[in-house]
């Protein structure tokens, strides 16, 4: 019998995102933000969670799992449309920097 490793499987165990790591997502999601909304994801949910995620960067001690909390909400909210941002590589950066490996293509 084989066994099938999940996302889950690959994620490294209590392994905080690096804040400069998130920045960086932040800045190419932004950058992206048109194609990322041409393909189908809200403007203000993007926004809104972006937002977050800066103002939490910017606090002094920033908690980082509440940030990978909301690294996994943007992400969820990526997913739902997944099959059309492939091609824009947020998806990609997400899955690295969340440890949550990246999805066999379709």
Known sequence: MTSHKTRK???????????????????????RSDDL??????????EA??????????????????????LTELQTD???VENRLIDTGVLELLHQILGTGVPPPR
């Not at 909304?37 to 993007?46: C, M, P, Q, T, Y």
């Open 49 to 70: 969670k972006l937002a977050k995620i800066e103002n939490h960067l910017d606090q002094e001690h920033h908690d980082p799992v509440k940030l990978q909390s909301l």
């Open 9 to 31: 499987d690959t994620r490294p165990g209590g392994a905080p995102v690096d804040a400069k790591q998130a920045r960086s997502i932040v800045k190419h999601t932004r950058k």
């Open 37 to 46: 909304i041409a393909a189908g994801v809200s403007r203000e949910r993007l």
């Open 78 to 80: 990526l997913i739902k």
